[in-house]
């Protein structure tokens, strides 16, 4: 038998190659996190629209999904998608106040022919806090990708020897959702915008006592950033 030698060691065209790969699925990761927020923020911020637009646009076949809020037989609240990012709602004012009340057969009757998935809220209409963002994606609309890729980004600090902080650090901090997973792609193992060769500063990486603490402080933080978004892409998109 032939002894086996040492393993040869990686040429600088093989460690370029994997640098490609590592940066590819990182912004592909990206990419899906920031649409799912997009999805989320214009979700809980929907534009006011009439009763007679919300009919138009059913006639035109352009609604894809109703969510509705019924109360005592009475739908006090509706939000529809004309796509993942184009986001309308009729609210109490809207759908009139007085007898007789906006119903079911009201629904139905607007939207007529429509194909649209029909469904009923079963939380707030406010952001969400932390990271149950990512759970209140409507699936028709794509919220598969985001949880995806979350799980995935995940399973990446899991199986990797983060810089800035330890696995306990990061899983707080992914703990908070969105904003966690965006920083840790960003940042981990060095920052997504290095140039190749360039390597980060030593420094002393977080603990899970600081992580958790960290998380804490980034939850109310990307609830105000999704809030303060809302307002933004309603005032570009209105």
Known sequence: MVPEGPEAPETPEVRRGWR?????IRSILLIILIFGF??????????????????????????????????????????????????RE???EALGTAPPSYTMADLKGDLGRSGA?????????????GS???????????????????????????????RLGNRWAWFWILGTGWI??????LLEPRPLWFAA?????????????????????LSPLSTALAAAAGYLLNLVLG
Not at 117 to 129: F, G, N, P, W, Y
Not at 152 to 159: A, D, H, K, R, V
Not at 206 to 217: A, S, T, Y
């Open 132 to 162: 149950r963002w990512i759970l209140e994606i409507p699936i028709p609309v794509g919220g598969g990708w985001p949880i995806a890729a979350w799980a995935l980004t995940f399973l990446i600090m899991l199986g990797s020897t983060p």
């Open 180 to 185: 966690g997973a965006i920083l840790f792609l």
């Open 117 to 129: 998935k029909v469904t009923e809220l079963s939380d707030s209409r406010e952001i969400a806090l």
């Open 90 to 92: 009729l609210d109490a």
């Open 197 to 217: 060769g360039r390597v980060p500063a030593p420094r002393e990486r977080l603990g899970g006592g600081r992580g958790f603490l960290l998380g804490m402080l």
């Open 38 to 87: 997009l999805i989320t923020v214009l979700n809980r911020a929907p534009l006011p629209e009439t009763r007679a637009e919300f009919r138009a646009a059913a006639a035109a076949d352009r609604v894809s999904l109703v969510e509705y809020d019924e109360r005592d037989g009475a739908i006090r609240y509706v939000r529809w998608t004309e796509g993942p990012l184009t986001w």
């Open 20 to 24: 490609i790969v590592g940066l590819t």
